[in-house]
């Protein structure tokens, strides 16, 4: 019970650190990403930023499959929905400042990311150990 919330903690954690890493890299490159009031108008940033959140997405789950070894889409799922109540916090935070389809599509793709994640990793789990059972 404890490796397996703090597999999906983990990931959790994984996803934010990531996130606020990416953000903060993306607004040096692009200084003028956000207008004086914290609004982001530019249809080609949000787009990037929910590319981002696709990308972390699928690498939490991954992280979480891995550290929990065992059972990886039900753990995988949990992180889903722990960061879909998150985001859902968060979202609501910046309704005033970015378009309602940013907010929609940015928790739409949260599930099915970390669980893609989980499944990318059961797939690299079972080809190394055909592998393995291959060369011996």
Do not use: C
Not at 54 to 68: C, E, H, M
Not at 108 to 128: A, E, Q, S
């Amino acid at each position: 019970m404890i490796r397996s919330s703090l597999s999906v903690v983990s990931g959790s954690i994984v996803w934010a650190l990531l996130w606020v890493t990416a953000n903060g890299v993306i607004q040096n490159i692009i200084p003028d990403i956000a207008r004086g009031d914290g609004r982001i108008d530019r249809v080609s940033v949000l787009v990037l930023f929910l590319m981002i959140s696709i990308v972390l997405s699928i690498l939490a789950g991954y992280f979480t499959a891995w550290t929990i070894g065992k059972k990886e889409i039900p753990h995988t799922v949990t992180l889903g929905i722990v960061q879909l109540l998150i985001g859902i916090l968060v979202q609501m935070q910046y309704l005033d400042l970015l378009p309602i389809w940013y907010h929609a599509l940015f928790l739409l793709f949260l599930i099915p990311g970390n669980v893609y994640g989980g499944y990318l990793r059961i797939r690299y789990k079972d080809r190394t150990r055909q592998a393995v059972v291959q060369t011996t």
